[in-house]
């Protein structure tokens, strides 16, 4: 298990370079392994290095697409697989460890591609306005997949928002609550931005 100050989401990739010696420890296990898998769950409270940090317990299988191995460090990029449960942690020595059960798929029929649509054209033009203003992750016109059981949890990825809204929208049960959620937090979002945003230029233009 690889806890971290971010969320992962299925189908969005994970670029890590990893130093310390408990996870440089754990992902040489790892590739040892076929499957080259481990999880990623959010930190509730701590800091990814030192331990010691308290974590929220449901996550995603990260699948390890490409690696660079040096001394003292890895340089490696995974991409979000299925969604797991922590069941029990298993503990820290020589690096964190769980039992986990894997979370169901997301049914997305026919009848959920308009939503779907709708929440990514929210979303790609929420990233429109704020690319105006602030470096984003993700630009507004990023491909993704075709597939709609990955762009669903794309569409998630890019949306600008914190992680504890993130964790929110992956424990979705249903793809009607995921979406719901998704454009009510993006909405707010928006209205969040462009308020700091009609603060910073009242600012500039105060002259008194």
């Given at each position: 298990m690889f806890p971290l100050g971010a969320v992962l989401f299925?189908?969005?990739?994970?670029?890590?370079?990893?130093?310390?010696?408990?996870?440089?420890?754990?992902?040489?296990?790892?590739?040892?392994?076929?499957?080259?898998?481990?999880g990623v769950v959010l930190i509730e409270r701590g800091s990814e290095v030192g331990g010691g940090d308290v974590r929220f317990d449901v996550g995603t299988v990260a699948r390890i697409a490409s690696v660079d191995v040096a001394e003292g460090w890895i340089e490696l990029v995974a991409t979000g697989?299925?969604?797991?449960?922590?069941?029990?942690?298993?503990?820290?020595?020589?690096f964190p460890r769980a039992e986990v059960r894997e979370l169901p798929t997301l049914d997305l029929d026919a009848s959920a591609l308009p939503a779907l649509d709708a929440a990514e054209a929210l979303v790609r033009a929420?990233?429109?306005?704020?690319?105006?203003?602030?470096?984003?992750?993700?630009?507004?016109?990023?491909?993704?997949?075709?597939?709609?059981?990955?762009r669903i949890w794309q569409v998630a990825g890019i949306a600008p928002l914190g992680s504890l809204d993130q964790l929110t929208l992956l424990r979705s049960t249903t793809a009607a609550e995921l979406l719901t959620t998704l454009?009510?937090?993006?909405?707010?979002?928006?209205?969040?931005?462009?308020?700091?945003?009609?603060d910073d230029d009242d600012a500039d233009g105060d002259v008194s």
């Open positions: 299925p189908g969005m990739p994970l670029p890590l370079r990893v130093f310390e010696p408990r996870y440089v420890a754990m992902l040489a296990a790892v590739l040892e392994d076929p499957q080259r898998e481990f697989a299925e969604r797991l449960e922590v069941v029990r942690w298993l503990g820290d020595d020589p929420t990233l429109t306005r704020a690319s105006e203003f602030v470096e984003l992750t993700w630009p507004p016109d990023v491909v993704l997949s075709a597939r709609p059981f990955e454009v009510e937090e993006t909405r707010a979002a928006d209205v969040r931005l462009t308020t700091v945003w009609a």
